[in-house]
């Protein structure tokens, strides 16, 4: 199967988006051999990250000379991304005395791996593997930190009578403006104080504290056209002066009056009230701090696919292209597979002429996600599509098993259910009562749409365009599904489908259980700060 997988990783690459949080590594080996028998090696590691098939340096350590187990200072500071599988390779190379370029150094080793195996593992260790994929004695370990980035703010001002409303932007380097915060208007009011919000300090500055925001006041109008009354320049650092007991405020100004009005001072004054650092839970605390997940798939196995031995079903198995059952299989669990310790999981099938939770693995549940699709491969023949299209049983299954984790004594198992079907479902109702009682569990659902049905009334079971409620009424507690018909990616990346798919679980893991007030397993060093402002 290394074509799926070739397949599935064709496109990896660098993908622009807006950054989780950035990762700290810290890099040590051990057990280095020189080749020169005489003398101790000069060794430096070089860190490396695949982007569409090809690796391209990211940064190096320092060369520390004649060391057979160094512990380098230097500390990689990558971009994190749940959603994405990034490929890492450290290089290990026998840098000469008077030389720190790589050309006439020494290979001693690499070792491949992705990130979130190290963060998810926090610490991870493994042999160098020499030219040839040959193991020797020495290994690397790499360590991974998280950065801290939230803040909270409270902001009041004084305008001439308006409805006015506040936005902040972050100057990037290129010179382009990111909107960052948008308050709530206050309507009518020579004074307002906005309600206080959060920020994480990664989207407010990208971690400079000396990054130029920008502040724009405006006063609202019904039909969108608002006025601009004025703006103003400030950093972090500026704001956090509150924090020291002195008080901070911005004179708001309008260019175009200041350059018309002789006597023109401002436009009103913005006031910081509150500046303060609170600390939060980030999702990167809570998976570096014991959090499981637990990845479980459900495959339609519906006459609407098709007879697999038919080249137009949609389980039809080519010997050199993979099915869209499978793309979807592997661009998903891949990721997920880095986040559960035991590799091992439950795959189900419905639609068949056997019970609705039948299980494609022989074993009751895969090992890796290889094994998952040479069970799926392995079952085909075996089975007869039928139908109908029921997933509320499925969910409840696995929701059965998040209620139990729920109420051990650690709970830190969150679950991730990966549902694959060709067409709507059809017990609608079953399925939106299953999805608000897994609504309060440990637990997020992502559906996929196979093939070219119309899934128009699918998109009521993503909660993005309003809040999804039970056939009695009653409404979900968070927005746990994730629903994406595969047609719109036909012609893109997996990297693309699994980003799409999995954007939003780190929010959704985040919010269960910092409303259940869990704290992870393990605390880290570094926890999130949060800026408050008022």
């Given at each position: 199967?290394?074509?799926?997988?070739?397949?599935?990783?064709?496109?990896?690459?660098?993908?622009?988006?807006?950054?989780?949080t950035?990762?700290?590594?810290?890099?040590?080996c051990?057990?280095?051999?020189?080749?020169?028998?005489?003398?101790?090696?000069?060794?430096?590691?070089?860190?490396?990250?695949?982007?569409?098939?090809?690796?391209?340096?990211?940064?190096?350590?320092?060369?520390i000379?004649?060391?057979?187990?160094?512990?380098?200072?230097?500390?990689?500071?990558?971009?994190?991304?749940?959603?994405?599988?990034?490929?890492?390779?450290?290089?290990?190379?026998?840098?000469?005395?008077?030389?720190?370029?790589?050309?006439?150094?020494?290979?001693?080793?690499?070792?491949?791996?992705?990130?979130?195996?190290?963060v998810s593992?926090?610490?991870?260790?493994k042999?160098?593997?020499?030219q040839?994929?040959?193991?020797?004695?020495s290994?690397?370990?790499?360590?991974?930190?998280g950065?801290?980035?939230?803040?909270v703010?409270?902001?009041?001002?004084?305008?001439?009578k308006?409805?006015?409303?506040?936005?902040?932007?972050?100057?990037?380097?290129?010179?382009?403006?990111?909107?960052?915060?948008?308050t709530?208007?206050?309507?009518?009011?020579?004074?307002?104080?906005?309600?206080?919000?959060k920020?994480?300090?990664n989207?407010?500055?990208?971690?400079?504290?000396?990054?130029?925001?920008?502040?724009?006041?405006?006063?609202?109008?019904?039909?969108?056209?608002?006025?601009?009354?004025?703006?103003?320049?400030?950093?972090?650092?500026?704001?956090?002066?509150?924090?020291?007991?002195?008080?901070?405020?911005?004179?708001?100004?309008?260019?175009?009056?200041?350059?018309?009005?002789?006597n023109?001072?401002?436009?009103?004054?913005?006031?910081?009230?509150?500046?303060?650092?609170?600390?939060?839970?980030?999702?990167l605390?809570?998976?570096?701090?014991?959090?499981?997940?637990?990845?479980?798939?459900?495959?339609?196995?519906?006459a609407?696919?098709?007879?697999?031995?038919?080249?137009?079903?949609?389980h039809?198995?080519?010997?050199?292209?993979?099915?869209?059952?499978?793309?979807?299989?592997?661009?998903?669990?891949?990721?997920?597979?880095?986040?559960?310790?035991?590799?091992?999981?439950?795959?189900?099938?419905?639609?068949?002429?056997?019970?609705?939770?039948?299980?494609?693995?022989?074993l009751?549940?895969?090992?890796?996600?290889?094994?998952?699709?040479?069970?799926?491969?392995?079952?085909?023949?075996?089975?007869?599509?039928?139908?109908?299209?029921?997933?509320?049983?499925?969910?409840?299954?696995?929701?059965?098993?998040?209620?139990?984790?729920?109420?051990?004594?650690?709970?830190?198992?969150?679950?991730?259910?990966?549902?694959?079907?060709?067409?709507?479902?059809?017990?609608?109702?079953?399925?939106?009562?299953?999805?608000?009682?897994?609504?309060?569990?440990?637990?997020?659902?992502?559906?996929?749409g196979?093939?070219?049905?119309?899934?128009?009334?699918?998109?009521?079971?993503?909660?993005d365009?309003?809040?999804?409620?039970?056939?009695?009424?009653?409404?979900?507690?968070?927005?746990?599904?994730?629903?994406?018909?595969f047609?719109?990616?036909?012609?893109?990346?997996?990297?693309?489908?699994a980003?799409s798919?999995?954007?939003?679980?780190p929010?959704?893991?985040?919010?269960?259980?910092?409303?259940?007030?869990?704290?992870?397993?393990?605390?880290?060093?570094?926890?999130?700060?949060?800026?408050?402002?008022?």
């Amino acid at each position: 199967m290394s074509n799926i997988y070739e397949s599935a990783e064709a496109t990896l690459g660098f993908i622009s988006s807006p950054c989780l949080t950035k990762v700290e590594l810290r890099v040590a080996c051990r057990g280095i051999s020189d080749r020169d028998a005489l003398s101790k090696p000069d060794p430096c590691v070089v860190l490396k990250m695949q982007s569409h098939g090809q690796w391209f340096e990211v940064d190096r350590t320092e060369v520390i000379r004649s060391s057979s187990g160094p512990v380098f200072s230097k500390i990689f500071l990558v971009d994190y991304y749940f959603e994405e599988v990034q490929r890492l390779r450290f290089e290990l190379h026998d840098i000469s005395s008077g030389n720190n370029g790589l050309r006439d150094a020494d290979f001693l080793g690499a070792m491949e791996c992705t990130l979130g195996q190290i963060v998810s593992q926090r610490k991870l260790t493994k042999a160098l593997l020499k030219q040839g994929n040959t193991a020797g004695k020495s290994s690397i370990t790499v360590c991974s930190e998280g950065m801290p980035h939230m803040h909270v703010f409270s902001l009041k001002d004084f305008f001439s009578k308006s409805d006015p409303f506040l936005e902040i932007f972050r100057i990037n380097d290129d010179g382009t403006e990111s909107l960052v915060h948008r308050t709530e208007t206050v309507m009518n009011n020579l004074s307002p104080v906005w309600k206080s919000f959060k920020v994480s300090l990664n989207t407010l500055c990208s971690g400079d504290h000396d990054r130029e925001l920008k502040c724009t006041v405006w006063d609202w109008d019904s039909n969108g056209k608002h006025d601009f009354i004025g703006e103003f320049h400030t950093t972090f650092k500026e704001m956090r002066v509150e924090q020291e007991g002195k008080q901070i405020q911005w004179e708001c100004i309008n260019p175009k009056y200041q350059m018309k009005k002789k006597n023109y001072r401002n436009s009103g004054v913005v006031i910081l009230n509150h500046c303060k650092i609170i600390k939060m839970y980030s999702f990167l605390d809570y998976i570096m701090g014991g959090c499981q997940i637990q990845f479980t798939v459900a495959i339609d196995f519906t006459a609407s696919n098709g007879d697999p031995r038919n080249s137009c079903s949609l389980h039809y198995i080519h010997p050199y292209q993979p099915n869209e059952y499978l793309k979807a299989l592997v661009a998903v669990g891949e990721i997920c597979q880095d986040y559960d310790s035991d590799k091992m999981f439950p795959a189900f099938g419905f639609g068949a002429l056997i019970p609705p939770d039948f299980k494609v693995g022989h074993l009751g549940a895969c090992t890796w996600i290889q094994g998952v699709v040479e069970a799926y491969q392995n079952c085909l023949p075996k089975i007869q599509l039928y139908g109908p299209t029921n997933i509320a049983p499925i969910i409840q299954k696995v929701a059965s098993s998040a209620s139990e984790e729920m109420h051990t004594k650690e709970a830190m198992e969150y679950f991730i259910l990966l549902i694959l079907t060709d067409g709507v479902i059809t017990d609608m109702a079953d399925t939106r009562e299953a999805i608000v009682h897994a609504s309060h569990l440990p637990m997020s659902v992502i559906i996929v749409g196979v093939g070219n049905a119309d899934f128009t009334d699918m998109q009521i079971l993503d909660g993005d365009d309003g809040i999804l409620r039970s056939p009695k009424g009653e409404p979900v507690l968070r927005d746990i599904v994730q629903f994406v018909p595969f047609k719109d990616f036909k012609h893109a990346s997996p990297a693309a489908l699994a980003k799409s798919v999995l954007a939003e679980v780190p929010n959704q893991v985040v919010d269960y259980y910092n409303a259940k007030g869990i704290k992870p397993k393990f605390i880290r060093k570094c926890t999130w700060p949060a800026v408050l402002l008022n």
